[in-house]
C-alpha cells in the first residue's frame, strides 16, 4: 500500500506532529510505503496544486492521509477526489477561541474523510460532542523513543548555567507559550511558588504568542526559546521534574519525552496530558490551586521526586512507538483495500459500448 501523506510542517519543526510524521514513516510496516507531501502553512500551497496532482499521479497513491487543517488540507481532498482516493484525516479540535467559520471548516473536512484519526481520548470525546459519530473515530497513541531520551542525557554543565543543583530542582516545560497551551497558569504556578519560596529554578523551552508577558512578570526564570530537536534529550534530561500546564487535546508528546527522561510530572485533568502518564509517574491536577500546591510539594520531597522519576522512566519504556501506531497502520489497509475492491469492480459497471 502507497500512502500520501499531507502535512504543512517540516519533520525537523520541534512539534508534536512533527515528530509523529517522522515516526510513522521510520516504523512503517513492510507492506506500506510513505510519500511526505508538505508545504508551507500559507496560502500558497492552493497554487501548487496541479503539479502536486502530478506528482500524487506519478506515485500510484493509495490512500491520502491529510495532518493538517491548513491550506495543504484542501489541495489534498481536491486530490483525492480527483483521483477517487480514501481520505484519512489527523485534525486538531479547534481551541475555544477559534472562529465559529474555522470550526465549521474542521467540520467539514471530518466529514469528507473516511476515518478520523486522534490520539487521546479527551479528542474522541470532544469531536463527539461536536456531533461526529463515534464509528468514524480511531484512536491510537504517540510513543517515545527511549533510546535518543533518558537519564544518560543529563549534562552536569547545562544544570550549572541554569544555577540548579540537588538542593535547588530544576522545574521544567517544554511546550508552546500560549493561552490555550496553560501560559498564565504556567505563570500563577511561578508566581506562587517565589511568594511560597521552595528552592526550586523555572526552565521554559519554548516560545509563543504569551512568552513576552510571562517572561516580564518570571524574572527569575531560565527562557531558552525554541530549543532544536537535537537538544531537547539533553534539556529533559538535566531536569528534576516537568510540568504541562495545557488542558488541550493535543499528542502532548513531550509529557512521555520528559518520563523518558527519568522526571516525575504534574498535569492537568482535563486535556489529553493524563493520558500520558501512570498513577506512580504523575500527580494529575483538577484545578490551578491543585497544580500549584503539588508543584510545590514535589519540589520539595526529594525521595517521592526521586521513586516517580525511577517510574516514569519505566514506564516510558513500555510506550512504543510501533504499538501505538498499529492503529493508524490498520486504517491505511483498511482504506487501500476498499480502493482495491472498487477498482476491481468498476468494470463491471461499463456499459457494454463503452468497453475497448
Known amino acids: 500500500m502507497r500512502i500520501g501523506l499531507f502535512t504543512e510542517q517540516c519533520v525537523d519543526a520541534r512539534s508534536g506532529l512533527a515528530a509523529t510524521v517522522d515516526a510513522i514513516v521510520v516504523h512503517r510496516p513492510r507492506d506500506a510505503s510513505i510519500n511526505l507531501y508538505s508545504a508551507r502553512p500559507n496560502l500558497t500551497a492552493l497554487f501548487g496544486c496541479r503539479e502536486l496532482a502530478r506528482q500524487v499521479e506519478f506515485d500510484h497513491i493509495d490512500v491520502v492521509h491529510i495532518a493538517t487543517s491548513g491550506p495543504l488540507a484542501i489541495v489534498a481532498l481536491l486530490i483525492a477526489s480527483r483521483f477517487g482516493l480514501p481520505v484519512i484525516g489527523s485534525f486538531s479540535f479547534p481551541v475555544p477561541a477559534a472562529s465559529g467559520v474555522f470550526a465549521t471548516y474542521v467540520r467539514a473536512l471530518v466529514r469528507r474523510s473516511r476515518r478520523l484519526l486522534v490520539s487521546s481520548m479527551t479528542a474522541r470525546e470532544k469531536f463527539i460532542r461536536s456531533g461526529v459519530t463515534a464509528s468514524k473515530i480511531a484512536v491510537w497513541r504517540p510513543g517515545v523513543d527511549c533510546a535518543k531520551f533518558g537519564p544518560s542525557m543529563r549534562s552536569s554543565t547545562l544544570r550549572g548555567r541554569w544555577g540548579v543543583s540537588d538542593a535547588r530542582p530544576a522545574v521544567i516545560y517544554a511546550g508552546a507559550l500560549s493561552d490555550d497551551r496553560g501560559a498564565q497558569r504556567l505563570l500563577s504556578m511561578e508566581l506562587a511558588l517565589r511568594r511560597t519560596k521552595p528552592m526550586h529554578q523555572l526552565i521554559v523551552a519554548g516560545d509563543g504568542p504569551s512568552r513576552n508577558s510571562v517572561q516580564a512578570r518570571c524574572p527569575n526564570a531560565v527562557f531558552l526559546g525554541t ?37 516525575p510530572a504534574v498535569v492537568m485533568e482535563d486535556g489529553s496530558a493524563h493520558e500520558r502518564v501512570a498513577g506512580s509517574t504523575a500527580i494529575v491536577c483538577r484545578s490551578e490551586a491543585d497544580f500549584i500546591v503539588e508543584t510545590a510539594a514535589l519540589v520539595r520531597t526529594d525521595s517521592r521526586r526521586m521513586a516517580m522519576g525511577l517510574a516514569s522512566r519505566e514506564y516510558a519504556m513500555r510506550q512504543d512507538w510501533v504499538v501505538g501506531l498499529s492503529a493508524v497502520y490498520a486504517e491505511y489497509r483498511s482504506a487501500a483495500e476498499m480502493l482495491r475492491l472498487r477498482r476491481d469492480l468498476e468494470p463491471a459497471f461499463i456499459p457494454q459500448g463503452r468497453r475497448l
Open 227 to 263: 530549543v532544536p530537536s537535537t537538544d531537547m534529550p539533553k534539556v529533559l534530561a538535566s531536569g528534576d521534574l516537568f510540568v504541562c500546564p495545557s488542558e488541550a487535546a493535543s499528542t502532548n508528546l513531550t509529557v512521555l519525552e520528559a518520563q523518558a527522561s527519568g522526571l
